[in-house]
């Protein structure tokens, strides 16, 4: 028994040691950093001690204050620009002196240049994509030091459409392997053939040797279940070329299969082992998701065998008040409210996103287009990518998929929005779209054959180069939802997705007197000024203004539901984000199109798709009840699961209504009158929910509210905090902008502050915030330390509040 106990014990061990063979580890902390666009910093003799001292990811942008001077414009989010350097000392053991070291950045803005001890490793313009460079020609080991030296060149604006960030904005890894090994992206796992009672799982792997000579290896691939059980295995003999990649192909069966869906994403592992001589050099891991989808003319969306229709959202990268620095736990809690509304798909707006948003969208079912460039050979600003195109489009196209085709979430690539080469002029022989379209469907194909290609169309014609180039698998409209009806008598056998919806306009919080069904179009035209817009800069938050290319939500919610072949849509957009500032120019400095705030508060629209797209029972009953006595107000009412709706106003009954035939809201328009106005939904006479707006008196406390009150005690992870003024009653005021000051004790930081208005020009870096309509966050985050951290909220002439979260 003993000897059986140490032959399990000495099998462990040598696990763990062959799992260290290759190894992938966080390279963000102990960097140094300095805004400078004159110096150079590259040598490894600069002494960097005055730099400030930093934590990865980083966006130096977001640090800055809001300036319509700033050259990014206010399209581009109205804050600074510039030059930054990034240093880090680094040391290795002797151990790694006969492997090879990597450096992997998931993406740097923008025009990146890397230096290891002097030396340049090359330059990367596109700020989206992610790339490697090999440290190990250049590298030190034992006592000596290296120093890593990074340009981020982010001067020449405007560059971009929305707001980008600047600096090393994502992740950065330090991968060490050895010199026989799987290449980066190296393995591609598809399904070609799942039922339920079995799957094919195929693998092709390709394995690098940088020896100087050829070495013959076993590739050991193991399938494991989300709970660790191997379900299938295959091993293979391969020989490599010195300084050759080979690449092996492995079929594998899995019985039974548990498929992914956006209900269930269930996850496999694909685990691949190299052996050199008997010894495992390698472990490479891909995850997997056996699903069965595609495309029908008729039918739409179909996965696993049922039609499922795409209720989609665009977003930018940024993640509101913490800017374009990527946190996976900022990431998860926007997919966790959009989930939560009956969301399920999500479109990468307008470039290749972060790793980490492809793998919380396969852990949590979302259907991904993921999506590659805004502008081709033509710009759209005078520094963008177009200046580049020549040079990197096919590279940085093809690393694009090879980084995320083994994502379950990608279902479609787009290789472009609202391209300027779909116009052009025939009778002179501007057909450059059309062959541009043909090359890059073909460098896709060439890397994966799984997924459907399209781009996102403005221009719906047949006379669209893009459309005419016939090379798509799927034509994409953005917008136009009085054709999605049409399209089968206008594109007869093409398959549909709308890759771009509504553009509606909403201020969170914000009603103007205009009644709820009168549809209103800001501006006239994008480059026309707004003759009929608010004041103060707000726009209405009942679903009746849109710009004039797009439509209200129950417009294009409408076209989705009755339009059998309509794939889907992705709505513009989930999220208010930092930049494009529409309808209103200057001092706006963000957007209004999100069906949730820049904060993350939902906007009532929020609750429309909640209603219609989710099982969960819904009675959202809108606006507040704050108005002038003489007003009249329009009072609207989502909900599902119920037949009707009873209306009471102070415990006066004011009837019963039901939805009408296609209509996705009810409303009454009444006389107001203080008091507490509720709804009552109900289902074969029975109560279903209630739900009640009251007048508010004046501001008199905070409540501070937690999404989280425990989080990781990592130095990553956050908490959102909720700050509500309220009356003396607790009744939220709605129009309350009291100036909140915070303060935290213990062990955590405020990060970022906000409130959601779009022209609030207070630094999102502060402590200090006016509430907004009522409402105003904290977003804290974990110092590294575990304990007990205390956030309190002040407000002149308001009852301070407490709340406590746990860092474990």
């Known amino acids: 028994m003993l000897k059986i106990r140490l032959l399990l014990f000495l099998f462990c061990v040598s696990l763990q040691i062959n799992a260290q063979h290759a190894t992938r580890k966080s390279f963000n902390e102990g960097w140094k950093f300095k805004l400078d666009s004159i110096q150079t910093y590259s040598n490894t003799g600069y002494n960097d001690a005055s730099w400030r001292r930093l934590n990865l990811p980083h966006d130096w942008s977001i640090e800055g204050s809001f300036s319509k001077d700033h050259p990014a414009t206010p399209g581009g989010g109205a804050l600074p620009g510039g030059i930054g350097w990034y240093r880090k000392t680094f040391t290795l053991p002797l151990s790694d002196k006969n492997k090879l070291i990597f450096i992997d950045f998931d993406g740097v803005y923008c025009n990146s240049e890397v230096w290891i001890n002097g030396h340049s490793l090359g330059i990367r313009p596109n700020g989206y994509i992610s ?5 190990t020609p250049y590298l030190k080991y034992g006592n000596e030091k290296n120093i890593i030296a990074v340009k981020a060149d982010n001067s020449k604006q405007p560059n971009s459409r929305w707001y980008s960030g600047s600096g090393i904005y994502r992740n950065v890894w330090l991968t060490v392997s050895d010199r026989l090994h799987v290449d980066q992206w190296g393995t591609f796992v598809t399904t070609p053939k799942v039922t339920n009672q079995s799957a094919t799982v195929h693998i092709t792997t390709k394995i690098k040797n940088q020896y100087k000579s050829e070495l013959p290896f076993i590739l050991k691939t193991t399938i494991y279940t989300r709970e660790g059980k191997e379900v299938a295995r295959k091993d293979a003999k391969g020989k490599a070329g010195k300084d050759g990649v080979v690449s092996i192909d492995q079929s594998l069966s899995v019985t039974n299969p548990h498929l992914w869906s956006t209900e269930e994403p269930y996850l496999y592992q694909t685990v691949s082992e190299v052996l050199l001589n008997g010894k495992t050099v390698d472990v490479y891991r891909t995850p997997l998701g056996i699903r069965d989808f595609h495309f029908d003319i008729n039918k739409g969306f179909v996965l696993n065998g049922k039609p499922l229709k795409i209720m989609g959202v665009c977003n930018h990268h940024d993640l509101g008040a913490l800017g374009a620095a990527i946190n996976t ?6 997919l966790e409210i ?3 509304m009956g969301c399920n798909g999500i479109r990468t707006s307008h470039n290749p996103p972060a790793p980490e948003l492809l793998e919380l969208c396969d852990k949590m079912g979302f259907i991904v287009m993921d999506e590659a460039f805004d502008m081709w050979a033509k710009q759209k600003n005078p520094f963008d990518y177009h200046l580049t195109w020549s040079q990197w489009h096919r590279k940085d196209l093809e690393d694009m998929i090879l980084r995320d085709r083994n994502h379950p979430s990608v279902f479609i690539w787009s290789v472009g929005n609202e391209i300027q080469e779909q116009w052009g002029d025939i009778s002179k022989g501007d057909t450059t779209g059309r062959g541009i379209a043909r090359e890059l469907v073909a460098i896709v194909k060439s890397l994966d054959t799984t997924r459907a290609i399209t781009t996102a169309n403005n221009e719906t014609n047949p006379s669209n180069n893009l459309i005419q180039s016939g090379a798509f698998d799927m034509i994409g409209y953005n917008y136009n939802h009085q054709k999605w009806g049409n399209f089968p008598k206008d594109y007869p056998g093409k398959k549909f997705i709308v890759t771009e919806s509504t553009s509606a306009l909403q201020t969170r919080g914000h009603y103007d007197k205009v009644p709820f069904d009168t549809i209103r179009r800001w501006p006239e035209a994008w480059d026309k000024s707004l003759k009929d817009g608010n004041p103060d800069f707000t726009v209405s938050a009942y679903d009746h203004v849109s710009t004039p290319w797009g439509s209200t ?4 919610i409408k076209e989705l539901i009755k339009n059998e072949h309509v794939s889907g849509m992705y709505v513009w957009t989930g999220f208010d984000y930092l930049g494009e500032p529409t309808p209103y120019p200057w001092p ?10 820049l904060a993350g508060f939902p906007k009532d629209v929020y609750y429309l798709y909640q209603s219609q797209f989710t099982n969960k029972p819904v009675l959202h009953l809108y606006p507040h009840w704050n108005w002038k006595v003489g007003d009249t107000v329009d009072v609207v009412v989502y909900y599902n699961n119920a037949d009707e709706v009873e209306l009471f106003l102070n415990g006066r009954a004011l009837g019963t209504k039901r939805k009408e035939d296609n209509e996705l809201h009810i409303k009454w328009r009444l006389p107001f009158e203080p008091g507490t106005l509720k709804a009552i939904s109900k289902k074969d006479g029975k ?14 406390k905070i409540i501070l509210q937690a999404d989280r009150n425990k989080i990781k005690g990592d130095g990553k992870d956050l908490s959102f905090i909720t700050a509500t003024v309220v009356d003396r009653d607790g009744t939220l005021v709605p129009e309350a902008n009291n100036q909140l000051k915070f303060s935290v004790n213990g ?8 409130n959601g208005g779009p022209t609030s020009h207070e630094s999102f870096k502060s402590n200090i915030r006016k509430a907004f309509n009522g409402l105003a966050l904290v977003i804290l985050q974990s110092n590294g330390k575990k304990g007990k951290i205390k956030v ?14 746990d860092a474990n």
């Open 131 to 135: 790339f490697r460079y090999e440290l």
């Open 329 to 334: 736990r900022a990431l998860e809690r926007q």
């Open 338 to 340: 959009l989930k939560a």
């Open 553 to 556: 939500h129950e417009e294009s």
């Open 588 to 597: 706006a400095r963000s957007s209004y199109f999100g069906i949730i705030d």
């Open 687 to 700: 109560t279903v929910l209630t739900s009640a707006v009251k007048t508010a008196g004046q501001p008199a």
């Open 747 to 754: 062990e955590g930081f405020i990060n970022a502050v906000d």
């Open 792 to 805: 309190t909220a002040h407000g002149d002439g308001l009852l301070e509040s407490t709340i406590e979260v």
